[in-house]
Nanobody, 124 residues
Framework: QVQLVESGGGLVQAGGSLRLSCAVS????????MGWFRQAPGKERECVAA????????YYPDSVKGRFTISKDNAETTMYLQMDSLNAEDTGRYYC?????????????????WGQGTQVTVSS
């Protein structure tokens, strides 16, 4: 089993930045494909960043490309999502997720392990 715990959400003004953290524990360190998803009220959960740490392949949708960055610490116990130039459309609950897939995955159905999420609210 893999346990994921998100933190770092909050209220921020448009144009501001936040860094989300995802603490990883359990059977393995960050060797899986991992991703960040967000879900706004009434909308489907969407992938905002994903990375396969072995290949280095990274995915960002156009809506966040150039503003969001996925990374991890050297100890491979924490994954991060740096979010810059935030706007109201970035509001939502953010989840980190992990899967044993050997390739990058960008759909929620591809992920097995999920955190509880952290709320991000961007005021305009």
């Amino acid at each position: 089993q893999v346990q994921l715990v998100e933190s770092g959400g909050g209220l921020v003004q448009a144009g501001g930045s936040l860094r989300l953290s995802c603490a990883v524990s359990g059977r393995t360190s960050i060797s899986y494909t991992m991703g960040w998803f967000r879900q706004a009220p009434g909308k489907e959960r969407e992938c905002v960043a994903a990375k396969n740490w072995r290949s280095g392949l990274t995915y960002y949708p156009d809506s966040v490309k150039g503003r969001f960055t996925i990374s991890k610490d050297n100890a491979e116990t924490t994954m991060y999502l740096q979010m810059d130039s935030l706007n109201a459309e970035d509001t939502g609950r953010y989840y980190c997720a992990a899967t044993a897939s050997p390739t990058i995955a960008t759909t929620a159905q591809s992920y097995v392990y999920w955190g509880q999420g952290t709320q991000v609210t961007v005021s305009s």
